[in-house]
């Protein structure tokens, strides 16, 4: 596994439209491998392939039970994800990127979603998401699009040193 470069606000690669995966070798297994190895080293809790500069539909995201902070994180590695259903409440969260440090922002997203794609060895997913979860799949799906949650943020402000490491 090898660490990527992760790219940052204004490069241009963020904002383009990344492709469907249609080939599963061990080249993007590698690619897979690196973007959670990248994630983790960042630390963050998702990581969508345009932010290593690659511009393909492929989301990692390791997060942990919202109710049981003992459980260990469990993750995820979709690719080409779709957002099939959106539903429950629209409710404000605090949201960081990677590829924007030092900048959080109080963004809107549903609070429930269900998210359908494909492993890394191509087989079919589906997943009903609730919480912070759903709310970072959002974020991270948002990435294969072009949108940054400074696009969406009703509010964005640079917190303190403390809080950043928090996001």
């Known amino acids: 596994m090898t660490l990527r470069e992760i790219i ?15 080939v599963f ?3 993007l297994r590698t690619l897979i491998d690196d973007m959670v190895e990248t994630m983790r080293d960042a630390p ?34 979709v ?10 409440d629209r409710v404000m969260g605090v949201e960081g990127c990677l590829s924007i440090p030092g900048i959080v922002g109080d963004v809107e997203r549903s609070t429930s979603i269900v998210v359908k794609g494909q492993t890394r060895n191509g087989q079919n997913v589906k997943y009903k998401l609730n919480g912070w979860i759903a709310r970072i799949f ?12 400074t696009d969406l ?12 490491d928090n996001v």
């Open 138 to 149: 959002q974020h991270e799906v948002d990435h294969l699009t072009g949108v940054l949650f």
């Open 153 to 164: 943020a009703e509010s964005i402000w640079q917190p303190a040193e403390d809080y950043v």
């Open 44 to 77: 963050g809790v998702g990581l969508a392939a345009p932010q290593i500069g690659v511009l393909e539909q492929i989301v990692v995201i390791e997060f942990g039970d919202e109710e049981d902070e003992e459980a260990p994180a469990k993750l995820y590695t």
């Open 79 to 88: 690719v080409n994800p779709e957002i099939t259903r959106m539903y429950g």
């Open 25 to 27: 070798d061990d080249n």
């Open 8 to 22: 940052t606000v204004p490069d241009e690669v963020l904002r383009k439209k990344a492709h469907k995966v249609k």
